[in-house]
């Protein structure tokens, strides 16, 4: 039979659907949404998959995973040779699989998507990460010691990667956490119902297993310094990946008011420190009947689905835009409508109003007209005179974004900075004006994907090993 005569493969328009909790039950409970696909609709949609000779899918991957080949073993059912594939590239595919904004990267240029869904690249990676922390995780190989000895600042996504690539290369790597457990905004920053803090440890204890030390409750910028880390403990490189944990404010009156919180703040109280299961956890957290979550991103809805989930009546999103803007993820926001969260749009606080005592009784807002376009590309939000009116509300929460963390720049001589005080680093090799020290992820760039910041960590590790090698 020639290539022409043969028959067409025949091609499902859309994905397999995610099985998912109940919204009415979940809106009420930490458990994670999405429960993953079944061995049936993984290998339903691996097949959907054209294997274009092109191969446009791995253009979107920061961190270069051979798409194709891992879609291709999945559907044939080996999830073994589909997950070791995936980890050639990838430390932390359980993370990848459940955060990763795959409709913005590497679906992004699935070829199946200009006329149909895109195969869904980000849901086969998950079952088959979660496939092999059931079944067992086979630990990668590790070249020979090399003698040389690096230290990595921080445990988030950027410097868990940096680590494990470094690791694999032969490196002897001490990670230096500042928290009590290791993973940075993956353990902190997103939800429980998102990213189950297990997996996250089973993705830490995989690093481990490499050779990989972690260091905790070690706060690089007082206990000791980048240059005490080099000069005096024998490091002969330094990664710092301690990512955009400031928080930033509106600074508008009222908002130093009682039941006043940063994102950073009430997702850390909530997802890491468990408030939520107060008493049987030492962490209390005050949540209102009726709260405003301040902006339009992937943190603003994970803190308005936490406010539901702790209590609250009524959790709003209160956006300036309009919902067309929304810098969310598509199902992030359809998520967070499901479960009852509302939505003012075209609207911003400009003052937070507290009684006698401090409490938070309501906010003063105005409404926004959109103009032309700025330069985010965005068109701007312009204010409406005479359109102010009071949101009853008794808890806020501010998530218009983070920066870098100023611990570890401040406390690092000859460190180049930016005005904002992020470090600045070749974003091709993540090298610094520092000789042996350099940087990736939200540190450098400011806050962005769990995914870049994995893909900065892998630059700087190719990197770090070449400056060992030739040291």
């Not at 803007?325 to 509302?342: W, Y």
């Not at 005005?419 to 993540?430: P, R, S």
Request: proline residues 6%; hydrophobic residues 40%.
């Amino acid at each position: 039979m020639t290539d022409a005569s043969k028959p067409k493969k025949e091609i499902k328009p859309k994905k397999n659907p995610m099985p998912a909790q109940d919204p009415v039950e979940r809106a009420r409970n930490f458990n994670e949404v999405a429960l993953g696909y079944s061995r049936e609709a993984v290998i339903d949609e691996a097949n959907r998959c054209l294997q274009c000779k092109k191969e446009p899918c791995r253009q979107g991957c920061p961190v270069e995973v051979d798409i194709p080949a891992f879609i291709r073993l999945a559907a044939a059912g080996d999830f073994a040779g589909a997950i070791a594939k995936i980890k050639e590239k990838n430390a932390l595919p359980a993370v990848c699989g459940r955060v990763c904004p795959q409709e913005n990267q590497c679906e992004k240029y699935c070829t199946l998507g200009k006329k149909h869904e895109p195969v869904g690249i980000g849901r086969i990676e998950r079952f088959c990460a979660d496939w092999e922390l059931a079944t067992g995780v086979k630990v990668p190989e590790v070249a020979p010691p090399t003698g040389k000895r690096v230290a990595v600042v921080g445990s988030g996504p950027a410097g868990l990667t940096c680590a494990a690539d470094l690791a694999k290369l032969g490196h002897e790597v001490t990670v230096f956490e500042a928290l009590h457990v290791a993973g940075g905004v993956l353990m902190y920053g997103i939800p429980e119902f998102r990213l189950p803090k297990a997996v996250v440890q089973a993705e830490v204890e995989n690093l481990k297993k490499l050779g990989v030390k972690i260091e905790v409750n070690s706060v690089v910028g007082k206990f000791t310094t980048v240059d005490a880390l080099m000069e005096e403990e024998g490091f002969d490189a330094v990664f710092i990946g301690t990512g955009a944990g400031l928080p930033y404010f509106m600074n508008i009156p009222g908002e130093n008011s009682c039941g006043v919180y940063s994102a950073n703040e009430f997702l850390t109280r909530t997802n890491l420190m468990k408030a939520y299961m107060f008493p049987d956890w030492d962490t209390p957290i005050k949540i209102g009947k009726k709260v405003a979550v301040l902006g339009g991103g992937n943190v603003a809805m994970d803190a308005a689905r936490t406010a539901l989930r702790l209590g609250a009546e009524e959790s709003w999103i209160v956006y300036r835009r309009s919902h067309t803007e929304l810098p969310a993820r598509k199902e992030e926001v359809e998520h967070a409508e499901e479960e009852g969260v509302k939505f003012a749009f075209l609207t911003s606080p400009v003052e937070i109003l507290s009684n006698d005592d401090g409490w938070v009784t309501g906010m003063k807002c105005i409404k926004y007209e959109l103009g032309e376009p700025d330069a985010s590309g965005r068109r701007r939000p312009v204010p409406i005179e005479g359109s102010e009116y009071i949101m009853d509300v008794d808890t806020v929460v501010v998530a218009i974004g983070q920066g870098p963390n100023p611990l570890v720049p401040r406390t690092t001589k000859g460190l180049e900075l930016t005005k904002k005080g992020n470090i600045v680093a070749d974003l091709e090799t993540g090298a610094t004006s520092k000789p042996g020290v350099f940087a990736g992820g939200d540190v450098v760039t400011g806050a962005a994907t769990v995914i870049l910041a994995m893909g900065a960590g892998r630059t700087a590790a190719k990197s770090i090993h070449e400056y060992l090698m030739n040291k």
